[in-house]
């Protein structure tokens, strides 16, 4: 069976969904192919969700597409044993020391300038010299105007710490608070968090701004997420791509893309059936698409070899706990849905957690993430620096498990009673179930060489590839993971500007 489009989009993630809604509403006869049984990809399992704590859309997709999710702030709870957490929202500390809550203040207002100067570029194309080289340099050139806006000395701060550590950062501007190590720890987590470099690493400040600049719209570094949590973020996209007219199909796993004459012609299905369109839009990761579903056959070698070559060691583990009973507190704090707990006491934890993973060991104290799913009696953990690569057993499972608990315990005193059952999916099963190489959150590694015109890797970098009508919408480009929907929204304003859109 045959049928014609104008465009397929692969992959019913949050970036596809956003692509296909994108090309519909421009009036292009588009399909979506969901290999699994359920929308939303790493947000959309309501039995096991493996995607961070859900953020909002960008508020430029949101408008785009005619979406206004209620949004709340994210307040994170820093958990330290044997003393009542810090709670930060934004730049405010709740539960410090006047002055130190002050010098936090400081420095968080100096990073969201920054990062809103950059924030113009996350829902762009990034800079390059291609057939749209001067719209490119333009967009860059708006960008450099407000990087000029921040005034020579800040600007001259922002290059100095883009590449260097958020170790260093931390003891700069928070080293001899009383409450530092709190925030720094919490600060390093958020640096780190998905990624395969420790708070030492150089370059770990860039990653921060890049997430705070793609954060930037709900104002002054304020992280928010959707009321309802990730399902409404999920369900809205869905009635944004059925609005448009898009034709959703579940259980659809695409078995090749098809190419006729150095263009792309359609894709056919396991089941057999193709489905012809001279345009495909890929939300899967750069490896499966280009070495799988197109075939090296189609490609040069030095493509190859970038894209065998990525990085994409995945680094995070995500263990659910099925709880007995749901109040649950930190010290005085009960912890609420919208709260992010973050176990991270200071930066030496974090980077004994990282030194541990980088030569394939499990942490015995590994920093995480964990949030309350009230409605679902689950507290959802994310724990940092998990290698993708250790030799997984039964036992292994049970010793991070255990780990986990014992860091949980340290600010959840009653967690262990309260623990009715439990589900862990290390990178390497993340890997399995979503057909992510490596098992990375992000498709690839967020650092400075895999960013911008170098994301996911040279002569990628761009949404097209070489194949004529083939497109990359996925976490691994530009501008990176968590979950904004731009890359979706950038791969989306690219195929309908060579479509004369």
């Given at each position: 069976?045959?049928?014609?489009f104008?465009?397929?989009v692969?992959?019913?993630?949050?970036n596809?969904?956003?692509?296909?809604?994108?090309?519909?509403?421009?009036?292009?006869k588009?399909?979506?192919?969901?290999?699994?049984?359920?929308?939303?990809?790493?947000?959309?399992?309501?039995?096991f969700?493996?995607?961070?704590?859900?953020?909002?859309?960008?508020p430029?997709?949101?408008?785009?597409?005619?979406?206004?999710?209620?949004?709340?702030?994210?307040?994170?709870?820093?958990?330290?044993?044997?003393?009542?957490?810090?709670?930060?929202?934004?730049?405010?500390?709740?539960?410090a020391?006047?002055?130190?809550?002050?010098?936090?203040?400081?420095?968080?207002?100096?990073?969201?300038?920054q990062?809103?100067?950059?924030?113009g570029?996350?829902t762009?194309?990034?800079?390059?010299?291609?057939?749209?080289?001067?719209?490119?340099?333009?967009?860059?050139?708006?960008?450099?105007?407000?990087l000029r806006?921040?005034?020579?000395?800040?600007?001259?701060?922002?290059?100095r710490?883009?590449?260097?550590?958020?170790?260093d950062?931390?003891?700069?501007?928070?080293?001899?608070?009383?409450?530092?190590?709190?925030?720094?720890?919490?600060?390093?987590?958020?640096?780190?968090?998905?990624?395969?470099?420790?708070?030492?690493?150089?370059g770990?400040v860039?990653?921060?701004?890049?997430?705070?600049?793609?954060?930037?719209?709900?104002?002054?570094?304020?992280r928010?997420?959707?009321?309802?949590?990730?399902?409404a973020?999920?369900?809205?996209?869905?009635?944004?791509?059925?609005?448009?007219?898009?034709?959703?199909?579940m259980?659809?796993?695409v078995?090749?893309?098809?190419?006729?004459?150095?263009?792309?012609?359609?894709?056919?299905?396991e089941?057999?059936?193709?489905?012809?369109?001279?345009r495909i839009v890929?939300?899967?990761?750069?490896g499966?698409?280009?070495?799988?579903?197109l075939?090296?056959?189609?490609l040069?070698?030095?493509?190859?070899?970038?894209?065998?070559?990525?990085?994409?060691?995945?680094?995070?583990?995500?263990?659910d706990?099925?709880?007995?009973d749901?109040?649950?507190?930190?010290?005085s704090?009960?912890?609420?849905?919208?709260?992010?707990?973050?176990v991270?006491?200071?930066?030496?934890?974090?980077?004994?957690?990282?030194?541990?993973?980088?030569y394939?060991?499990?942490?015995?104290?590994p920093?995480l993430?964990?949030?309350?799913?009230?409605?679902?009696?689950?507290?959802?953990?994310s724990?940092?620096?998990?290698?993708?690569k250790?030799?997984?057993?039964?036992?292994?499972?049970?010793?991070?498990?255990?780990?986990?608990?014992?860091?949980?315990?340290?600010?959840?005193?009653?967690?262990?009673?309260?623990?009715?059952?439990?589900?862990?999916?290390?990178?390497a099963?993340?890997?399995?179930?979503?057909?992510?190489?490596?098992?990375?959150w992000h498709?690839?590694?967020?650092?400075?060489?895999?960013?911008?015109?170098?994301?996911?890797?040279?002569?990628a970098?761009?949404?097209?590839?070489?194949?004529?009508?083939?497109?990359?919408?996925?976490?691994?480009?530009?501008?990176?993971?968590?979950?904004s929907?731009?890359p979706?929204?950038?791969?989306?304003?690219?195929v309908?500007?060579?479509?004369?859109?």
């Amino acid at each position: 069976m045959i049928t014609d489009f104008d465009a397929i989009v692969i992959g019913g993630g949050h970036n596809g969904l956003v692509a296909a809604a994108m090309l519909a509403r421009k009036g292009l006869k588009t399909i979506l192919l969901e290999a699994r049984s359920h929308l939303g990809g790493l947000v959309g399992d309501d039995a096991f969700r493996v995607a961070p704590l859900p953020h909002g859309l960008h508020p430029q997709v949101a408008r785009t597409l005619g979406i206004d999710l209620a949004m709340k702030p994210v307040e994170t709870v820093t958990a330290v044993a044997g003393r009542e957490p810090l709670r930060v929202s934004g730049g405010t500390v709740t539960g410090a020391s006047t002055g130190d809550a002050a010098r936090f203040a400081d420095m968080h207002a100096r990073l969201a300038r920054q990062a809103a100067a950059l924030s113009g570029m996350i829902t762009r194309e990034p800079p390059g010299f291609g057939s749209n080289g001067w719209g490119q340099l333009l967009a860059l050139g708006k960008t450099a105007l407000k990087l000029r806006g921040l005034g020579k000395s800040e600007l001259r701060e922002l290059m100095r710490i883009a590449l260097s550590n958020v170790a260093d950062l931390a003891s700069d501007e928070l080293g001899d608070m009383s409450d530092g190590g709190a925030l720094a720890g919490m600060l390093a987590l958020d640096a780190t968090l998905g990624g395969a470099m420790g708070p030492r690493s150089p370059g770990t400040v860039l990653p921060l701004l890049w997430r705070m600049a793609a954060e930037s719209g709900f104002g002054k570094g304020v992280r928010a997420m959707p009321t309802g949590g990730p399902q409404a973020l999920v369900q809205a996209l869905s009635d944004a791509a059925s609005r448009a007219g898009v034709q959703v199909h579940m259980d659809a796993r695409v078995a090749a893309i098809l190419v006729e004459q150095d263009r792309v012609a359609g894709v056919r299905l396991e089941s057999g059936k193709i489905v012809r369109a001279p345009r495909i839009v890929s939300g899967a990761a750069p490896g499966p698409t280009l070495l799988g579903l197109l075939g090296v056959k189609h490609l040069d070698a030095e493509f190859v070899r970038r894209c065998r070559t990525v990085a994409n060691n995945g680094m995070v583990a995500r263990i659910d706990f099925d709880l007995k009973d749901i109040p649950l507190a930190v010290g005085s704090t009960r912890l609420e849905d919208h709260h992010r707990l973050v176990v991270a006491p200071d930066i030496a934890m974090v980077e004994r957690a990282f030194n541990r993973a980088k030569y394939g060991d499990v942490p015995d104290a590994p920093p995480l993430e964990a949030h309350l799913d009230s409605a679902r009696g689950r507290l959802e953990v994310s724990v940092q620096f998990v290698p993708a690569k250790a030799k997984w057993s039964d036992k292994m499972r049970k010793s991070l498990e255990e780990a986990v608990l014992a860091q949980l315990a340290t600010a959840l005193t009653d967690i262990r009673r309260l623990v009715r059952s439990s589900r862990i999916m290390t990178p390497a099963d993340i890997e399995m179930e979503y057909f992510l190489p490596g098992g990375h959150w992000h498709h690839v590694e967020f650092r400075v060489d895999q960013l911008l015109m170098l994301r996911p890797f040279d002569g990628a970098a761009h949404y097209r590839m070489p194949v004529g009508g083939l497109y990359l919408c996925s976490a691994a480009t530009h501008p990176g993971g968590d979950i904004s929907g731009a890359p979706g929204f950038n791969a989306a304003n690219v195929v309908l500007a060579d479509v004369g859109l």
